[in-house]
């Protein structure tokens, strides 16, 4: 079976050593070359040549779309991007529930048009305040019912920090663990069907995670709503990555997940 490889990773806009972390960002795209990444906390400024996620995938050959969540002001912009290997077609973001906040957040669809298909690819970055765990558990309601109503030839794919650990309902909601109002959806947790080791990936032995003063935990996920009859997205690897220092710091705050599902082989 071919395979789709995707990665998520919050980049943490340009706090820190930027242009060292851009550079490590960089060398580890190389390396896992990801068909699709979603990337979140991302700064997009209007007029200007290029946003972040321009530069990180620039000279590497993806497609390149941002997502707004909120404008900081002047117009600067944060929120999500898709790197993908594929053509794009149609593209669309929402708002979150909660968005009456100081820190409004959203949900980026794009219909990336792979050889084997039009594959529903979702990036989302949820509230982080520890104490939201009701307004994260409206965010994924919303979240999972546009995956879920997502049309393609390939299973949807979600990635994306969703501040919420696999033990909180936000994520037992996910999984078809949690019901709420009496509705409950399923979505497959590729780490937690074919991962290995630990899956935290905000810990303290990234320094820049460490100045938070928080506890290892995970909080970014891949799903996928497959696989669908003829195994077409089935987690077949996922892992850790990006979590190593390089050129004497880590890649974001975050550590990434890199992901490989099952894809129908090509007829010539």
């Known amino acids: 079976m071919d395979r789709l490889r995707v990665l998520t990773l919050n980049i943490w806009n340009r706090q820190g050593p930027w242009e060292t972390r851009c550079a490590a960002i960089r060398k580890g795209l190389v390396e896992l070359a990801p068909d699709l990444i979603g990337l979140q906390e991302v700064l997009h400024l209007e007029g200007a040549p290029r946003d972040q996620a321009e530069e990180l995938a620039e000279g590497l050959g993806y497609h390149v779309v941002f ?3 909120w404008e900081i002001g002047g117009g600067l912009h944060f929120g999500n991007a898709v790197l993908s290997r594929f053509p794009l077609g149609e593209q669309k973001s929402w708002r ?8 409004p957040r959203s949900l980026l669809r794009v219909l990336a048009e ?10 989302t970055h949820l509230d982080w305040k520890l104490h939201h765990a009701a307004r994260r558990l409206r ?5 999972a019912e546009r995956v879920l109503e ?36 399923y979505l497959t ?40 009859r003829q195994r077409q997205g089935e987690p077949l690897v996922a892992k850790i990555v990006l979590d ?23 007829t010539p």
């Open 67 to 69: 997502g707004g969540a």
């Open 96 to 103: 979150l529930p909660g968005d009456d906040t100081e820190e």
């Open 114 to 123: 792979a050889p084997y298909g039009i594959i529903p690819f979702f990036v």
């Open 139 to 143: 965010q994924v309601q919303f979240v």
């Open 150 to 185: 997502a049309k393609g030839g390939f299973p949807a794919v979600l990635v994306g920090d969703f501040n919420a650990e696999p033990s909180s309902d936000e994520i037992r909601y996910l999984r078809g663990h949690h019901v709420v109002d009496g509705t409950s959806v």
């Open 189 to 228: 947790d590729c780490f937690a069907w074919v991962g290995t080791g630990s899956r935290e990936t905000f810990v303290r032995r990234n320094p820049f995670a460490a100045e938070a003063h928080e506890p290892d935990r995970c909080l970014d996920y891949v799903f996928v709503s497959g696989p669908d």
């Open 244 to 266: 190593q220092p390089v050129g004497g710091a880590f890649p974001s705050d975050h550590l990434g997940i890199y992901v490989e599902l099952g894809v129908l082989p090509q």
